[in-house]
Nanobody, 119 residues
């Protein structure tokens, strides 16, 4: 199983970016998909999560600015980031809790994509 993230880049404060993450490989089902971020010198933190039937959970710092969504047919999760702030600068990682068999349940991580917001 591989998770491939894309969509990061450099943007000015107030701008927008859309991240995508595709899960591929021998996947039986995907439960929760999410985005985390890690800024230099800080611990990795949860940004947003989305369940298989659409429940969502957001960090307080991004509520009202970021929107997580998923396309179950494509095993893809998205993160629409609006009104970006310099403090959003970080490496963003996608993850997925998924089954490769009916009896397994593991968490997989993508490689990370850099988001840099200039002031």
């Amino acid at each position: 199983v591989q998770l491939q993230a894309s969509g990061g880049g450099l943007v000015q404060a107030g701008g927008s970016l859309r991240l995508s993450c595709v899960a591929s490989g021998s996947i039986f089902s995907i439960n929760v998909m999410g985005w985390y971020r890690q800024a230099p010198g800080k611990q990795r933190e949860l940004v947003a999560q989305i369940g298989s039937i659409g429940f969502t959970n957001y960090a307080d710092s991004v509520k009202g600015r970021f929107t997580i969504s998923r396309d179950n047919a494509k095993n893809t999760v998205y993160l629409q980031m609006n009104s970006l702030k310099p403090e959003d600068t970080a490496v963003y990682y996608c993850n997925a809790e998924l089954k490769t068999t009916p009896w397994s349940n593991d968490v997989y991580w993508g490689q990370g994509t850099q988001v840099t917001v200039s002031s």
